[in-house]
């Protein structure tokens, strides 16, 4: 006598559901990237590109971009407080006449028609990268790409005994 075949276990729509949902995920995050980026001044578009250029011709095998702000001479405030935040950079103490010189700088090179633009990478090895681009008149001038170095972690105080 031949044993009864248990019934087929119902088919399940998870796995579909998770995927459909993960590719929705991707397609609205690439739609967002593009809003945001749709978002830069022409210079600062212009900037970017002539950046990424830059960075593809020296790097053509290295780490590719993740992702990346940028920041005007004007927006120097910005551009200490990401470069501290990612530890790159000590935080500085200005006075306040430092920081009136430093916005006063920045305010006469815009005046002028031309600007600095920062452009701050992270590479998709978890590793930064910077560029400044000189601006004249809205265009780019020269194009400058440097790596930064993260920094060593401090050494920890070892134990008293």
């Known amino acids: 006598m031949t044993q009864p075949q248990p019934p087929e276990k119902p088919r399940t729509w998870l796995p579909f559901i998770i995927a459909a949902s993960v590719a929705g995920l991707v ?8 809003l945001v980026r749709a978002d830069l001044s022409p210079e600062k578009q212009a900037a970017a590109d002539a950046c990424e250029a830059e960075y593809k011709s020296q ?12 920041y005007s001479a004007t927006e120097w405030r910005e ?3 990401r470069m501290v935040g990612l530890g790159l950079q000590q935080e500085q103490t200005l006075t ?8 006063h700088e920045a305010e006469a090179l815009v005046a002028s028609g031309g600007d600095q633009m920062t452009v701050v990478w992270q590479l998709d090895d978890e590793s930064h990268a910077q560029c400044v681009a000189d601006m004249a008149s ?9 790596g930064l170095a993260t920094p060593a972690p401090s050494p920890s105080p070892s134990p008293s005994s």
């Open 27 to 34: 397609v609205v995050g690439a739609i967002i990237t593009h």
């Open 59 to 70: 790097h053509a095998d290295g780490p590719g971009i993740t992702g990346g702000d940028i």
């Open 79 to 81: 551009l200490d407080a």
């Open 96 to 103: 306040g006449e430092q920081s009136d010189a430093r916005d």
């Open 138 to 146: 809205g265009k780019v001038t020269s194009v400058t790409v440097t």
